[in-house]
Nanobody, 118 residues
C-alpha cells in the first residue's frame, strides 16, 4: 500500500500563511504527477495545484498568485506554500499522486485540516 505522508495543516488567521508537505516513496515521487486537492464537507474534491516530475505546474484559479507548489528532491516531497489565506480556504487538503502512463493509478493521502479564522 502506497503511503503519502502529509503534514503542515492547522489553524491560521485570515491573511496568514501555511505550508503543506506531502512525502512519497521514491518511485512515486520520481514518476507521478503530484499535488493537492481540497474538500469542504461532502462537496466534491477540487483541484488546488499539481506539479509533474519535470516541474510543469497547474493551479486552480483561486490559487493563482497566492499558492505556490514546488518539488523537494532532497526529501522526495511536494510542498504547497499558501499565502494570503482567507476563510474560504478552510477545507481538508488531500495530497494526490497520479501515474501519467497506462495503466492509470491514483493514490490519495489521508488529508490534513486547514482552518482559516476571520
Amino acid at each position: 500500500q502506497v503511503q503519502l505522508v502529509e503534514s503542515g495543516g492547522g489553524l491560521v488567521q485570515s491573511g496568514g500563511s501555511l505550508r503543506l508537505s506531502c512525502a512519497a516513496p521514491p518511485d512515486i515521487y520520481a514518476r507521478y504527477k503530484m499535488g493537492w486537492y481540497r474538500q469542504v464537507g461532502e462537496n466534491e474534491r477540487e483541484l488546488v495545484a499539481m506539479i509533474t516530475w519535470i516541474g510543469t505546474m497547474e493551479y486552480a484559479t483561486f490559487a493563482e498568485g497566492r499558492f505556490t507548489i514546488s518539488r523537494d528532491d532532497v526529501h522526495q516531497a511536494v510542498h504547497l506554500q499558501m499565502d494570503s489565506l482567507n476563510v474560504e480556504d478552510t477545507a481538508v487538503y488531500y495530497c494526490k499522486a497520479e501515474k501519467q502512463t497506462w495503466p492509470q493509478v491514483t493514490y490519495w493521502g489521508q488529508g490534513t485540516q486547514v482552518t482559516v479564522s476571520s
